[in-house]
């Protein structure tokens, strides 16, 4: 899971990234309103976390810009705005959440849990292919009821191929899974990763597309 975070205050900023890195989400962190408006352009997210308060452009502005061009991630605001009738604003421009600082970390990632959830219109957090099951939340798998051993970016890159199955995901789509901006990418890191989960799963789990990418089938 990728996620946008727009915040210019530096510790605020910092804690945020290196709390979402810990739960092994991919990180770009962007610092005033117009690098986010073109790292929207640019780039998919899962979410996006948005400051308000931002420098060159407001958060406001980022938001309905980016609604007004048909952007449907969701957009999770922090904001030491706790004023109701900002709420209502944030919510009425395009928002789908409002968090107000200073908000519990543990709060923040419950309600990216959530945000999540209801994009992909998966309410349980569980999901699952061909016997195996993923809680992304517990970050724990099985494979026909038997538990999976599966390290961060292992577990990251099956559910990129699972969520949904059936569907041909490209190297770069991957990639962009597992690395953030300012991580450096090495050029085996996908082909290294899906040696190790075929190894887990069998080997005709995770399925090559010539030039294309990857694809886990909904049946065997």
Same mark, same amino acid.
Request: charged share 30%; with cysteine; proline share 4%.
């Given at each position: ?11 605020? =900023? ?44 407001? =958060? ?20 030491? #705005?706790?004023?109701?009738?900002? #709420?209502?604003? =944030? ?21 990216? #849990? ?30 026909? =009821? ?75």
């Amino acid at each position: 899971m990728r996620i946008l975070l727009i915040e210019d205050d530096r510790m605020i =900023g910092e804690s945020v990234e290196e709390s979402l890195r810990a739960e092994q989400y991919a990180v770009d962190r962007v610092r005033d309103g117009i690098s986010a408006t073109l790292a929207l352009q640019i780039d998919v997210y899962d979410v996006v976390l948005l400051d308000l308060g931002l420098p060159k452009k407001s =958060g406001l502005d980022v938001l309905r810009d980016y609604r007004q061009q048909r952007g449907k991630t969701p957009v999770l605001i922090l904001t030491a #705005r706790d004023a109701p009738a900002e #709420r209502v604003l =944030g919510l009425d421009v395009g928002a789908d959440d409002y968090l107000v600082k200073p908000f519990d970390l543990d709060e923040l990632l419950a309600r990216i #849990r959530a945000l999540i959830r209801r994009s992909t219109g998966r309410p349980q957090s569980a999901i699952t292919c061909r016997g195996l099951v993923l809680n992304p939340i517990k970050h724990i798998a099985s494979l026909h =009821g038997t538990p999976l051993q599966l390290s961060a970016r292992e577990f990251a890159l099956l559910q990129a191929l699972i969520d949904p199955p059936g569907q041909v995901v490209s190297k770069s789509r991957l990639e962009d899974t597992l690395y953030g901006w300012s991580e450096e990418i090495e050029s085996n890191t996908v082909e290294v990763y899906i040696h190790h989960l075929r190894k887990k799963l069998g080997s005709d789990f995770i399925k090559n597309v010539r030039g294309v990418g990857y694809i886990v089938l909904d049946q065997a």
